[in-house]
């Protein structure tokens, strides 16, 4: 009697965790991001653009565009960065004209950003 409810039992376990699995393999939160862009703020008067091992349905908008872009899809990462105060060293850095950058990993659109300036 035992032995026929395992029979019974079994596939519907084995499938139950293969469903399982699969559902957690589709949802994790380890997806990697989608490329990179570097906006490059060094030179006062242009933007500089540049995009690497970006989606194939992503266009690379011209400087303006990708730091209005950038305003958007970073929104909650630089709503951080002025909440710990690493905003606020960036503007003192571009002040006295130290160059540096500063990586946005965490954008909605899954697409590193790195600023320069």
């Known amino acids: 009697m035992k032995l026929l409810r395992l029979i019974v039992k079994l596939p519907l376990l084995?499938?139950?965790?293969?469903?399982?699995?699969i559902s957690l393999t589709a949802c994790g939160t380890l997806v990697s991001n989608n490329g990179v862009i570097i906006l490059n703020v060094q030179d006062k008067i242009n933007t500089y653009v540049t995009g690497q091992n970006l989606p194939k349905t992503y266009k690379l908008g011209n400087g303006e565009q990708e730091l209005q872009r950038f305003e958007t899809f970073c929104r909650q990462e630089i709503r951080a960065s002025q909440l710990d105060g690493s905003e606020e060293t960036v503007f003192e850095n571009i002040k006295h004209g130290i160059h540096g950058q500063v990586e946005f990993r965490k954008c909605s659109d899954k697409i590193t950003r790195i600023y320069r300036y």
Do not use: G, I, P
Not at 14 to 21: E, G, K, R, W
């Open 14 to 21: 084995l499938s139950f965790y293969a469903v399982l699995a």
